[in-house]
T-cell receptor
Framework: AQKITQTQPGMFVQEKEAVTLDCTYD???????LFWYKQPSSGEMIFLIY??????QNATEGRYSLNFQKARKSANLVISASQLGDSAMYFC?????????????????FGKGTKLSVKP | GAVVSQHPSRVICKSGTSVKIECRSL??????MFWYRQFPKQSLMLMAT?????????EQGVEKDKFLINHASLTLSTLTVTSAHPEDSSFYIC?????????????FGSGTRLTVV
């Protein structure tokens, strides 16, 4: 079973509008972390936002916010006021277990990604 | 902060030759480095985890004799693709875990696009 599921292979959004990218996860751990990364065509992985499983409030970072619904095991990324530069691949990732270890090696587990295209 | 420098960014090599990719942590000590491979329009797949001073742990299906990983210091991890073949052409990216502000984060190198001809 997939640990991280991103059901939207591609999304279009009009410039200046908000967009939600979906992410659901599967883990039996009580302590875990959820991350969103942006990957432009250049290939670099840009950290956007983090949500810990024990965090009571939804994380926010500028135009990015994470809609964390623990019971549903979802961690959707909301981008407000989309800009042309937001066009990229977006990956949801999970670290299982506490921060000092995770999964079998402490690595992040990635979803398949969503390609976001912002239209002018 | 928490910067990982990865070189080279692009490399073209002939079949049968070896290629070394370096990842250096510039402003922190990376005790653990993760190596990922990414095919076009696909996600990142973990290849192996390297820990400073010990042997790397490889994921199932990854040939350890083909993808040699060395993590000799707290700031340098290398991936060597030995006897490269066209099917090894891919995007390789490293990632290190760091601890800051009472939390763990993951930083990535800028990736290496390998083309084997």
């Amino acid at each position: 079973a997939q640990k991280i599921t991103q059901t939207q292979p591609g999304m279009f959004v009009q410039e200046k509008e908000a967009v939600t990218l979906d992410c659901t996860y599967d883990t039996s751990d009580q302590s875990y972390g959820l991350f969103w990364y942006k990957q432009p065509s250049s290939g670099e992985m840009i950290f956007l936002i983090y949500q810990g499983s024990y965090d009571e409030q939804n994380a926010t970072e500028g135009r990015y916010s994470l809609n964390f619904q623990k019971a549903r095991k979802s961690a959707n990324l909301v981008i407000s006021a989309s800009q042309l530069g937001d066009s990229a691949m977006y990956f949801c990732a999970m670290r299982e277990g506490p921060g000092n270890y995770g999964g079998s090696q402490g690595n992040l587990i990635f979803g398949k990604g969503t390609k976001l295209s912002v239209k002018p | 902060g928490a910067v990982v420098s990865q070189h080279p960014s692009r490399v073209i090599c002939k079949s049968g030759t070896s290629v070394k990719i370096e990842c250096r942590s510039l402003d922190f000590q990376a005790t653990t480095m993760f190596w990922y491979r990414q095919f076009p329009k696909q996600s990142l797949m973990l290849m192996a985890t390297s820990n400073e001073g010990s042997k790397a742990t490889y994921e199932q299906g990854v040939e350890k004799d083909k993808f040699l990983i060395n993590h000799a210091s707290l700031t340098l991890s290398t991936l060597t693709v030995t006897s490269a073949h066209p099917e090894d052409s891919s995007f390789y990216i490293c990632s290190a875990r760091y601890y800051r502000d009472n939390n763990y984060g993951y930083t990535f190198g800028s990736g290496t696009r390998l083309t084997v001809v």
